[in-house]
Every structure is written in structure tokens, then in C-alpha cells.
């Protein structure tokens, strides 16, 4: 399938390619490598610039040149380091909640419902329906359930859970809902891959060694598939610290609620290309460094 | 339980026990007991119902109808978790993700066993891997890989020690070395073995008793050479070694022999040998116990001829030379005859007569069949049951 890319568990080749023919294989690799140089490298280099950025002379708005001003990042974390934190609790809840959701999920579609591989494709279907509908579409779907006058409101102060002032929409609650809800499918396909090839007689043995069921999901289950939620949480958590959608105002956010993503939307709209660029940076530091961190605790050549 | 062993291995007793899958009967109404300290060993061809069974007293499946007690205990409703029982299994599921000695050390750990790492490198030290502990499954050889996942099992004195056809994957000398390591170890730890396998000479080498099982039922258990020498159905002197079997009408039915008419010859069979002393019966002799004779032998007491019939094939096969005569209107006989001297005694299209000592032969219990040798396999039934048994191998493998 085709989410076993996220797993590589493919047959090493490399020590198998003939020596001889590596020009063959920089062929080959040119086009992917161009693409690279052009859609990544050279943004990046240009980002790093612009970073450090200082107005032009005649101070005009949007206007300027190139420098070493590192003043830009002291005010970037100066301004916005408030924000940095809001935005790793958020993306750090998120990513949990949707593993606590998702491995459930994927677990009932790649093991339980294993017999019956109808079934199987067909949750499977429904776990990647939502992509068929605008992201940014469902998440204004939300807004419209959590709104003031919508029914989870209505509801919730009707049983007295929130008082007849208070409201759900531009909360942490409704961004950190929005992020889990948005990037479960990340978190689930990974899983899946990987508790679909799951070998349950691993788990029969386990059992016959004497392990009940809590230690044979902690000391079996749950080993066997880390790959899958090492790359679901990778792919939940990093794409969910740049989010800018689920946070923004127009959507589930309010001004309480801004992330490092709308900071930078916000700064480079309104001209402050060096800061925006500078909060970029940082952010994408900010979370190679955990990231990084993570990988190697968890363990393991077999990850990357 | 938790953090203790059992003292010695225990009686294994399944009663009536049942197991149906959905659209086929695995196990019909098995009734077995297994002494402590013994050596057994269930033969049988594949979809027997051994596995099956093998499964249902790990408690990896549940029995459709019966008991199953260890050491006089009921333990036909416990997980396999709660069970003294420990099975070596026939694809080893060794844990990829952990070393040999945390492999060795898993099933001590969950039961709270307090010197659980010198328990397990003791283990280790009994399959001679000690030295690779720290490495992973992986990095191991097939006949490693089986010692650990023998060492993992023997590790916790189970009560009861169930091995899968644990040698199926290896080659022919492994098979053979580790047959007689397994004997011994057996020997040495003092455990109940049950054994399942589908190798005849490999459940006649290592079991004090082998029961066969054909189609969900034990046709036959005894001690290896009581089977062998007395078999008491067809299925059994034909999948334990070869036979030669007849069939024809009991003719005289003395004290101490009966006699049969086997194509207008008169052969006899001792009379606690043949299960049947009246009617169409089978009897039948190995073909080692068999001789060769160029010229009509005379007739003597205790001693049956058959012949004259044509040598068909004769081919060399090391220690002994296998001939195929054709006796008219009998089946072909083979013949095992050993190598005393250089070259094959008689050639391809000779004429022979073969013999036997009454002493050697031995009477069927079954009804026969129109073809003796082969019971029809062409029934829907049968096939349905042959392709569930594929898909079950095949998903096995998987």
C-alpha cells in the first residue's frame, strides 16, 4: 500500500548497486535533485537573507536592503516568544489527543477488522474522506457547530457546563480541536501501515510467555508498530506548529489564540518581510530541535 | 503462580474435547492423556487436527465441546496467559524488537521470577548461545533462532512444553542434531513434552509414545515400535513406514493363527495379531521383513510364500536395495532388501518369489476398502476441506 512509504521497511539495496554505474544513479537523481536546489535550497537561502534584512534608505514601507541585522531575531523573540511557547502547547496537545484518537482507530482497521478486508478498505475510505472537501471549508464547518448560537453552545449551557456569557469559538479549546481534527489522518495512516503488518503471532507468544493483554500492548503491540507512530506524530506535529488556518481569527482562533504561523502571515502582509522571515527561521529551528531530539530517543536507524 | 515454578512437568488430560471451525470439524470428540515426565508425540499429516489441538492446550483457541486439565486442573476456560503451559513455536516468534536475552527473560519477567537474567543466561548456556545474548533475533541462524525460542520456553519449567513442529524450517542435519539435543534436554529438565509433527521418523526417534491422528481422531498410540511392528489400521502402516498390504477372505480361523486367502494362497497371520478373525480383511507385512527368492522356495511352517511374480523395478538406495515385484492379481509388494553383498541380488524382470515369517505379519482393523491404498479424496467435502486447509497454511505463513 501506498502508505508504507511513511514505514520504509523496503530491502536495502544500496550495498547491492554495482560502483560502476553510480553516474547511471546521478542521472537519475538530477531531476529530483534540480527540483530540490529550486523549490527548497534556494527559498531557503533567500529566507535566511531576507531574514537579516534592514530597511532601505528611504525608509519606504516594504522596501528593503541587504545586511546583517540580527536585531530582527532579538524583536522576533521579543515580540512573539510568548507565541512560540502557545504555539508547541498547542501543536504538542494536538498531536497527543490525535494519537490517543488514531491508534485506537488504526488499530480496530489494521488488526481487528483484518478478516474481513472489505470492511477494512472501507473505513479505511472513510478515514481519507475528508480530504475530498476544502480543509479550509471543514474547518469553517466547525466554526459554524462551535458558534455562539450553534448547538454544542446552546447545548453545553443548557447542562450547565458553560455559563450563559461564555462561548467556544476563538478559544484554545476550538484551535487545539481544530488541529487534532485536521491532522488525523496523518496520525491514522501511518499506524495503520504499521499495525497492518503487524504479525499477531508475536502477540500469541506473548501471551503463551504469560503476558496479559496490557503487557502484551506495551511490550509487543506497541513496539512493533513505533515507526508508524513515530512518523504519524512527526506528521502531525510539525505541519500542525505552522499552522496559520485553525488559529486565525477568521477561522477557530481569535486574537488570544495566535500561533507562530499567523504571526508570520500577519508580518509579511503587512510588509515586514526581515521579521516574518526572522519568526520563520526560528520556528523551523524551533522545531528541528525537538524533532531531532525525539527521533534519536525514540530510537533508532530503522526511523530515518 | 507469579514467582514460582512448578515442580515437575504434569499430566496433560483432554476429555471429549471438540473443535469446529466454521463449515468443517477439526478435532472429533478427543479423549488423550499425557503422563508427567513423558515424551509424546502427535503424528499426522497436515489438517490432522494436531496443530489444532496443539493450540487448544496453549489456549490460543477454545474447544467448541470438552475439558482440557493440566495436572488435574481444569484450565479449559483460562487465557493462555494464565496457563503453566509454554509452546516452542513452529515459525519460533521470536520478538524482533528485543535481544535473545530479553527474549530468553520475557516470560520470567511477567511472572515476577526474582533472578530472572541468571535464570535466562542459564537457559542460554543450555543451547549453547550464551554468547550471543545481546543480539537480535535477526542476526541468528534458523537452527539459533529455534534453540532460543526452545531456551525462551524451557526457561519458565512449564508444567507442559509444546513444541509446533519446531524443526520443520531447518535442513536435514540440523533436523537430525536437534532432535537428539531436544531429547536430551527433555531428558535433563524433566518436562512434559508434547510434540506435534508430521515427520514420522522424527516422532519415532525422540517420543516415548506417539499417537497418530488422521482426520480430527487418534487412529493409533503406542510406544514407536509397537506401532510400527503392529499397526492397526491401514492409515497407519501406511503413513508409518511403508506396508504391503492384502486383502481377501479368512479362510481358516485356527487358535493361534488365522488364515487368509490372498489370491488363491493360503497366508497366515498370529491370531493376537490381526484385529479381525472373520469376513474380508487386511492383513499386511513390512517390507523389510520380506526375502527374495530366485526359485520357489519350499514350504515350510511359519512361513509365507507369495509368487511367483516379476521384478518391475529395482532401485539402489544405499543400505538397502527397494524391489518392486509384480504378483498377478495382487498389488505390487516392496520389498527392502539389505546390502550384503556388492550388486543387486536379482535383476529387473526377474522371476521371484517372496516370504515372510508368520510371526511378522499383522491384521487390519479397518473395513476394506475397494481400493485398499488410497481412500477417495474427491468428494466435495474432502476439497473444501483441503483448500480451507491451504488457505489456513498459507495465512500461517504470512
Redesign the interface.
Known amino acids: 500500500m501506498a502508505f508504507g512509504a511513511f514505514a520504509n521497511t523496503g530491502p536495502d539495496l544500496s550495498a547491492a548497486a554495482p560502483r560502476r554505474r553510480s553516474y547511471v544513479a546521478l542521472i537519475l537523481l538530477a531531476p529530483g535533485v534540480l527540483y530540490l536546489v529550486a523549490t527548497f535550497v534556494a527559498p531557503l537561502v533567500s529566507l535566511v537573507l531576507t531574514s537579516f534584512k534592514e530597511p532601505g534608505g528611504d525608509f519606504e514601507v516594504g522596501e528593503y536592503v541587504y545586511a546583517f541585522r540580527w536585531e530582527n531575531y532579538a524583536e522576533a523573540i521579543e515580540r512573539f516568544g510568548e507565541i512560540f511557547l502557545r504555539t508547541f502547547g498547542y501543536s504538542l496537545l494536538a498531536t497527543v489527543l490525535a494519537l490517543v484518537i488514531s491508534y485506537p482507530l488504526a488499530y480496530f482497521i489494521g488488526v481487528t477488522l483484518r478478516r474481513f478486508p472489505l470492511w477494512q478498505s472501507l473505513t479505511l475510505i472513510l478515514v481519507i474522506a475528508p480530504f475530498f472537501i476544502s480543509f479550509l471549508l471543514r474547518t469553517l464547518a466547525w466554526k459554524a457547530v462551535f458558534a455562539d448560537e450553534g448547538p454544542v453552545v446552546s447545548f453545553l449551557q443548557s447542562i450547565g457546563v458553560l455559563g450563559p456569557e461564555d462561548y467556544l469559538n476563538g478559544t484554545a479549546f476550538t484551535v487545539i480541536f481544530g488541529l487534532t481534527y485536521n491532522y488525523i489522518p496523518f496520525m491514522t495512516l501511518p499506524i495503520y501501515a504499521s499495525l497492518e503488518r503487524l504479525?499477531l503471532?508475536?502477540v500469541?507468544?506473548?501471551?503463551?510467555?504469560?503476558?496479559?493483554a496490557g503487557?502484551r500492548f506495551w511490550?509487543?503491540i506497541l513496539?512493533?508498530s513505533?515507526p508508524g507512530v513515530v512518523s504519524g506524530t512527526l506528521l502531525t506535529f510539525i505541519p500542525a506548529s505552522g499552522d496559520y488556518v485553525n488559529a486565525s481569527k477568521d477561522f477557530l482562533g481569535s486574537t488570544n489564540t495566535v500561533m507562530a504561523g499567523n504571526v508570520i502571515n500577519d508580518m509579511f502582509f503587512q510588509s515586514f518581510y526581515p521579521l516574518s522571515a526572522a519568526v520563520s527561521i526560528l520556528l523551523m529551528v524551533a522545531i528541528l530541535i525537538p524533532v531531532i531530539a525525539y527521533v534519536a530517543k525514540s530510537g533508532s536507524e530503522e526511523l530515518l | 503462580m507469579a514467582g514460582s515454578f512448578d515442580e515437575s512437568g504434569a499430566d496433560l488430560e483432554l476429555v471429549g474435547v471438540t473443535k469446529r471451525f466454521p463449515g468443517f470439524t477439526a478435532i472429533e470428540n478427543l479423549n488423550l492423556t499425557i503422563p508427567a515426565g513423558s515424551f509424546f508425540a502427535l503424528l499426522g499429516p497436515s489438517g490432522c487436527g494436531k496443530t489444532t489441538t496443539l493450540r487448544l492446550v496453549?489456549?490460543?483457541e477454545a474447544p467448541t465441546a470438552g475439558r482440557i486439565l493440566i495436572g488435574g486442573k481444569e484450565v479449559t476456560a483460562t487465557?493462555?496467559?494464565q496457563r503453566p503451559?509454554?509452546?516452542v513455536?513452529q515459525?519460533y516468534?521470536?520478538?524482533?524488537?528485543m535481544t535473545v536475552l530479553a527474549n530468553v527473560e520475557?516470560?520470567l519477567k511477567?511472572?515476577g521470577i526474582a533472578n530472572a537474567l541468571a535464570l535466562a543466561h542459564e537457559a542460554l548456556r543450555l543451547v549453547e548461545l550464551d554468547h550471543v545474548a545481546s543480539r537480535r533475533p535477526s542476526q541468528l541462524s534458523g537452527g539459533q533462532q529455534q534453540r532460543v525460542a526452545l531456551a525462551?520456553a524451557v526457561v519458565?519449567r512449564p508444567a507442559l512444553l509444546l513444541l509446533d513442529e519446531p524443526l520443520g524450517a531447518l535442513d536435514l542435519k540440523l533436523r537430525r542434531q536437534m532432535q537428539l539435543e531436544l531429547k536430551s534436554i527433555q531428558g535433563e529438565v524433566g518436562l512434559t513434552f508434547l510434540h506435534v509433527t508430521h515427520d514420522q521418523e522424527e516422532a519415532m526417534t525422540m517420543a516415548d509414545t506417539v499417537a497418530v491422528m488422521n482426520k480430527g481422531r487418534i487412529e493409533q498410540m503406542g510406544a514407536p515400535e509397537e506401532l510400527y511392528e503392529l499397526p492397526r489400521t491401514t492409515f497407519v502402516a501406511n503413513f508409518l513406514g511403508q506396508s504391503n498390504l492384502f486383502t481377501g477372505e479368512v479362510v481358516e480361523s485356527g487358535s493361534d493363527a488365522v488364515t487368509v486367502d490372498i489370491a488363491g494362497l493360503g497366508i497366515k497371520v498370529p491370531r493376537e495379531r490381526a484385529q479381525r478373525h472373520a469376513g474380508e480383511v487386511t492383513i499386511g507385512v513390512r517390507p523389510e521383513k520380506l526375502t527374495l527368492h530366485t526359485r520357489k522356495p519350499d514350504t515350510a511352517a511359519g512361513v509365507n510364500i507369495l509368487g511367483p511374480g516379476v521384478i518391475i523395478d529395482a532401485s539402489f538406495t544405499g543400505v538397502s536395495t527397494q524391489y518392486l515385484v509384480q504378483v498377478p492379481g495382487l498389488p505390487v509388494i516392496t520389498v527392502f532388501a539389505q546390502n550384503m553383498a556388492f550388486g543387486p541380488v536379482a535383476e529387473q524382470g526377474a522371476e521371484v518369489w517372496v516370504s515372510w515369517r508368520v510371526e511378522h505379519g499383522f491384521g487390519l482393523a479397518d473395513e476394506p476398502e475397494p481400493e485398499a491404498r488410497f481412500a477417495a479424496d474427491d468428494d466435495t467435502r474432502t476439497i473444501a476441506v483441503q483448500r480451507r486447509q491451504r488457505l489456513e497454511d498459507e495465512l500461517d505463513e504470512a
Open positions: 504479525d503471532r508475536y500469541e507468544a506473548g501471551g503463551d510467555l504469560y503476558a496479559g503487557q511490550r509487543i513496539p512493533l513505533l | 496453549a489456549g490460543l487465557k493462555p496467559h503451559v509454554n509452546t513455536f515459525s516468534a521470536l520478538f524482533p524488537h520475557f516470560g511477567r511472572r525462551r519458565n
